[in-house]
């Protein structure tokens, strides 16, 4: 037997599988180069177009394809056909021909290397990805240049472990879509990676940015993945086998016995009547949200939605999303967070280097800078309205002007729209997310202003203990148990509730089962999280008392170390769910800065 390999790469979507390796061959296509004469240069323009429109139809072929099997990547694929007919894009590259006297294939390589540079000094690991839909969208034309077959279905064996330097969106498509693959493993990719959405949105397993692991893995080479750990064994010991197996099966049968309780309410032994909301980033998401018991959309990150792609979205586009999302929730709020875009985030423009990006321009304060683009999704929101039950929140507010200057951006968009005859929904709530440790000091004075808070833990946590996220060197440092959190998150709590507002929270910590008891303690009545954690969440909430709970916090917050507060919450939380496994998955999400 081959030795065991272990590869430490990013935990991408949870969970364990043990499998065969399917090596996706690699293989990128060769492009050839070639000097034209002038008389050829009207040909090969004409060569090119017929590419482009080539590539056009197999991408809404493919679109409609998988829209009949479930409604998976219609979005990245719409971005791929978006890219394509680029105007800069066709522009450049016909200029190359005409110019430079060069082939087709060989300018669709030159433009795109140039743009997929302008995305490698992106602070934001998500837009940094994006470099990769340029080259599935520059292979495909090269390809059809070449006369090569594309898109050909991929026969996966059951539970195959796929592994691949890098997973195109379509290939990815395909492989979820026959609703066997074990995992996938890649070399290339980060959380916020196509893979790595399709996985979670899809509760596939995946490992990604593995650096050259791929390389090393041969097909049919037995490979154990742990998503949450983003740990990779290629050939395990028997014992490793017999451990992830054990995992597996006790993986299942949490899910299982979830699944059948996701109908269930959440509430306490104590009758508190909990609600529980799932975050997503794109629409695919809302079944498996659905699925697992989300009662509404508790976050919904539109920056996702406005950067992938080249050209921001028109109104039309946000709207058709939006619109979407609430008709999919029906009567079921959906909370749609406006743009939490920063300085450096915007793709297409080359914005000014921030030194530090986190406290610079980003979310509220960079939409009141451009009132523009912060205006065309309002419209869109308030055009949108109609259509089921939202609310509106404004990203990182840091002082009450800044509420009162969205707000009233927010009304002077609902002006124009009646003056204009635009339909528009009734008044919905508007809130804020408090997210800064400012907000937090005076959520007594925003609570009078805001309609509803959502808490932001995985920003509340980086500002208030000064911990870039981002940076794995003080990634210890990021304790959300710390007694500086703890007595932020209960001022946050209780202002709104004196001032008698809904408070929910959507950042990671409210997705971490093992912390559940904690927030409940704090008079929490309202989380969000992704779809695989509400089943845990709402186990511990149907166990547990807030009275009990209360009182396990009170002596917890006794201690002054986070050491020691998380210590003792570990112990009682394992006395009372013997699942020591709840502690610990909060974690900084990365690249949303
Ligand atoms: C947060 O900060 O907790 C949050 C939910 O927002 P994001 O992770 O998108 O910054
Ligand atoms: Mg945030």
Known sequence: MSA???????????????????????????????????????????RFKTAIELSDRQLEEL????????????????????????PMFLVEVTRLIKEDLINAEWAV???????????????????????SDIEFVADRLVRNLMGEVVDQELEVPPHAIVCAHDISPADAAMLVRSGSIGAFVTDLGGHTSHTAIVARAREVPAVVG????????????????????????VNPTEEQLALFRETMRRQLQTEQLA????????????????RLNGNMEFPEEIPSLLAHGAEGIGLYRTEFLFLNRALPPTEEEHFDSYKQVLQAMGDRPVTIRTLDLGGDKVPGKKADKETNPAMGLRAIRYCLAHRELFRVQLRALLRASAFGNLRVMFPLVSSISELREARSELEA???????????????????????????????????????FFSIGTNDLIQYSLAIDRQNRDVAYLYRPLHLAILRSLDAIISAAKKANIPVAMCGEMAGDAGLTMVLLALGLEEFSMTAGQIPMVKNV???????????????????????EIERFIKADVERRFNQGELMGTTVPRNGDG
């Not at 390389?215 to 154990?224: C, L, P, T």
């Open 109 to 131: 390589r030159r433009v795109g290397k140039r743009l997929r540079h302008q995305f490698d000094n992106l602070e934001d690991e998500y837009f940094r990805e994006r470099k």
């Open 413 to 451: 968009c609902r002006s124009e729209l009646s003056r204009q005859g635009v339909p528009v929904g009734k008044r919905f709530p508007i809130g804020i997310m408090v997210e800064t440790p400012s907000a937090a000091w005076i959520a007594d004075r925003l609570a009078q202003e805001a309609d």
């Open 210 to 233: 593995l650096g050259k692991a791929c390389e090393s893995i041969r097909n049919g080479d037995m490979v154990a993945v742990d998503g949450r750990r983003g740990l990779v064994l």
């Open 4 to 46: 065991t390999v272990s590869f430490q790469g990013i935990g991408a979507s949870p969970g364990v599988a043990v499998g065969h390796a399917f090596v996706l061959d690699a293989r990128r296509v060769r492009t050839p180069k070639v000097k034209l004469t002038k008389s050829e240069l009207e040909g090969e323009v004409l």
């Open 259 to 274: 699944l059948k309780t996701a109908e269930l309410p959440a509430v306490t032994s104590d009758g508190v009547r909990v």
């Open 63 to 86: 679109k409609t394809r998988l829209d009949s099997d479930g409604q998976e990547h219609g979005m990245i694929l719409e971005a791929h056909r978006m890219m394509l007919h680029d």
């Open 541 to 563: 909430i149907r166990q547990m008392s807030r009275k009990d709970a209360m009182v396990v916090l009170e002596q917890a917050m006794a201690f002054s170390s986070a050491e």
